[in-house]
């Protein structure tokens, strides 16, 4: 394990390596948290607070604008993948290295040397990201306190290959219930099949057609799909019962009662007796049109892409802040035994942000 001071001079790589080697399993960040905000009480132009084992500083320098850099402090249980690694390759190896230590790592190397940015920023380190949702630590300083995470723009350290990622799609599920009648499989037909009665479901499914709408520039590609499909008794039993559970990714020009009411709309006329909203996390815009937005693309450089999956910029949307995405990960590595991250994307990172903060 690492050493328990955090040592802000470090610069990203050698910072990120701290960071792996400090365990911080999903409920088990206190000890992180405690070194994270240990270290931001010694820059005397950081406001520090706390809310559980969530740590947000700010700058207040009366700016016309403030921003966000957010990332979680928790990685999934470690897989024999601590201590970390660098190689001959420039890859540091090791569990969070990815998702999202190096992130967290170009955040504080920001708030240690970036004293006077061009706009305020707030800078949040949360917990609990990698488990339920009701556990998420940014969820939490939401609910308890919105007004530390009030801002013009946002910026999610989640790992996106040093790359922009607008806002990030919605995703809804949703238990489509049919219902029939029992009978013994020998006499069928003294009875109603329940798992037949979904073919109207999966016909118009697939015959659906999902929008890509474009927003803010990026062309979101939605999705509507069966997830898995529940019904039957036993192997001589006609089911009196079947649930289609169907998933819905849309994009952020939707609200969450519009994206409700479009589920509904879809299956109308196919016989089913019950939906059931089981599970739903709205989308969020990129907000790419904000002048905070159009000098960090000018500062990153590049070119934005959609997020089609779900992020945390959704809890900023929430809040009506645009967020996007941007971290030096690689998300396809996020939770793998063999995850790592590239040095070179670290520094990459922590140069354009700066740049945007003070140019």
């Keep these: 394990m690492a050493e328990s001071t ?6 990203g790589p050698a910072l990120t390596a701290w960071l792996v080697d400090f365990p911080s399993v999903s409920g ?9 905000e240990s270290a931001l009480r010694t820059l005397p132009h950081l406001t520090v607070d706390r809310h559980g084992n969530n740590v947000v500083a700010r700058t207040n320098l009366g700016r016309a604008e403030r921003v966000v850099l957010a990332g979680h402090i928790d990685t999934v249980p470690i897989a024999d993948n601590v201590p ?27 708030a240690a040397t970036v004293p006077e940015p061009n706009r305020d920023l707030t800078f949040v380190f949360y917990d609990n990201e ?17 007004d530390w995470l009030t801002a013009d723009f946002a910026v999610l350290l989640e790992g996106s290959n040093g790359e922009v990622e607008g806002g990030c799609q919605g995703t809804l599920r949703v238990l489509l219930r049919l219902e ?10 003294m009875g109603s099949n329940a798992v037949h009665a979904a073919a109207p479901v999966l016909e118009r499914l697939a015959a659906y057609e999902p929008r890509k709408p474009v927003i803010d520039g990026l062309e979101y590609h939605e999705g509507l799909n069966a997830v898995r499909i529940e019904g039957g008794v ?3 039993v006609i089911p009196d019962a079947c649930t289609v559970v169907v998933n819905y990714r849309y994009a952020p020009d939707l609200s969450a009662e519009q994206a409700i009411a479009h589920v509904y709309e879809v299956f109308a006329g196919c016989g089913v007796a019950e939906f059931i909203v089981d599970d739903h996390s709205g989308a969020a815009m990129p907000g790419l049109s904000h002048p905070a937005a159009k000098a960090f693309m000018d500062a990153v450089g590049g070119t934005a892409k959609p997020k089609f999956g779900w992020t945390d910029v959704a809890r900023f949307g929430g809040l009506g802040v645009p ?8 998300p396809i590595l996020a939770h793998k035994r063999n995850e790592h991250v590239k040095v070179e994307r670290i520094t990459h990172c922590e140069d354009r942000l700066r740049s945007w903060l003070t140019t």
């Design 6 to 11: 955090l040592d802000l001079t470090l610069d």
């Design 28 to 36: 088990e960040e206190k000890g992180l948290a405690d070194a994270v």
């Design 84 to 110: 970390s690694r660098l190689d001959e390759d420039g890859l540091l190896w090791g569990c969070g290295s990815s998702d999202m230590k190096s992130g967290v790592a170009v955040q504080l190397r920001i």
């Design 130 to 146: 990698e488990v339920a949702a009701d556990l998420n630590g940014l969820g939490h300083i939401a609910a308890a306190h919105p």
């Design 180 to 189: 029939g009648e029992r009978a013994h499989s020998a006499r069928s037909w």
């Design 234 to 236: 036993a192997n001589n």
């Design 323 to 330: 967020a996007v995405n941007y971290g030096p990960g690689d």
